[in-house]
């Protein structure tokens, strides 16, 4: 199995949901956060979806909910967290100072290999990863929130985004069942989010 870590600073829900999608397809996942009460919350709360779609036979995957279950750990140590990892996952508020505090860190001490990835819905790439050492290993995966339920995950890459960064994170997005768009470049809104605007704007105003 390859060894999926998803790194996020509040155990919120696209990490939860994130999490379960990747222990879904078999992928060994690493839930960090600062607090250990969220952590334990969080899966707690993952442990009691997982039962109840698998009751209601709507549980993603081969595994049972325990065997998912047991793919998922629990960290408060961000080098323990990231040992070791293929691909990181961040799903912080939306920030860009606390994200860019955060790749700042992740930066330091991961290697050559891993995908640096943000769930960020509005934040441009290039301002987020700009100026790092792993730049070229950075990009947006921009998922429906919650990614569980809705499968389509934007791949938004920036000017520095290293072409194999964007097909491995499509490729491992195809890999646990999401339906991922590849972005040739980045834009402000990206596409998912313009096309959703425009829809709800003229639903206000045909209600109006």
Same mark, same amino acid.
């Given at each position: 199995?390859?060894?999926?870590? =998803?790194?996020?600073?509040?155990?919120?829900?696209?990490?939860?949901?994130?999490? $379960?999608? =990747?222990?879904? /397809?078999?992928?060994?996942?690493?839930?960090?956060?600062?607090?250990?009460?969220?952590?334990?919350?969080?899966?707690?709360?993952?442990?009691?979806?997982?039962?109840?779609?698998?009751?209601?036979?709507?549980?993603?995957?081969?595994?049972?909910?325990?065997?998912?279950?047991?793919?998922? &750990?629990?960290?408060?140590?961000?080098?323990?967290?990231?040992? /070791?990892?293929? =691909?990181?996952?961040?799903?912080?508020?939306?920030?860009?100072?606390?994200?860019?505090?955060? =790749?700042?860190?992740?930066?330091?001490?991961?290697?050559?290999?891993?995908?640096?990835?943000? &769930?960020? &819905?509005?934040?441009?790439?290039?301002?987020?990863?700009?100026?790092?050492?792993?730049?070229?290993?950075?990009?947006?995966?921009?998922?429906?929130?919650?990614?569980?339920?809705?499968?389509?995950?934007?791949?938004?890459?920036?000017?520095?985004?290293?072409?194999?960064?964007?097909?491995?994170?499509?490729?491992? $997005?195809?890999?646990?069942?999401?339906?991922?768009?590849?972005?040739?470049?980045?834009?402000?809104?990206?596409?998912?989010?313009?096309?959703?605007?425009?829809?709800?704007?003229?639903?206000?105003?045909?209600?109006?």
């Amino acid at each position: 199995l390859v060894v999926v870590f =998803f790194f996020f600073l509040f155990s919120g829900l696209i990490g939860r949901s994130w999490a $379960m999608v =990747f222990a879904s /397809g078999g992928f060994k996942v690493k839930l960090y956060d600062i607090s250990q009460q969220q952590l334990t919350s969080a899966l707690e709360n993952i442990r009691k979806q997982m039962k109840v779609l698998e009751e209601s036979g709507s549980l993603k995957g081969a595994l049972s909910a325990e065997q998912q279950l047991a793919l998922i &750990s629990i960290c408060t140590d961000l080098k323990a967290a990231v040992d /070791g990892a293929t =691909f990181i996952q961040e799903c912080t508020p939306e920030n860009l100072e606390l994200k860019k505090k955060i =790749f700042g860190q992740l930066d330091l001490i991961v290697g050559d290999n891993v995908i640096l990835s943000s &769930s960020t &819905s509005c934040l441009l790439p290039s301002k987020l990863f700009t100026g790092l050492k792993h730049v070229k290993q950075c990009i947006v995966s921009h998922p429906v929130n919650p990614p569980y339920f809705v499968p389509l995950v934007e791949i938004v890459p920036h000017a520095e985004t290293d072409p194999s960064t964007t097909e491995r994170t499509y490729a491992l $997005m195809k890999k646990i069942g999401q339906s991922p768009v590849k972005l040739n470049r980045e834009i402000e809104g990206f596409v998912l989010n313009r096309l959703q605007y425009a829809v709800i704007s003229e639903a206000w105003r045909l209600v109006g």
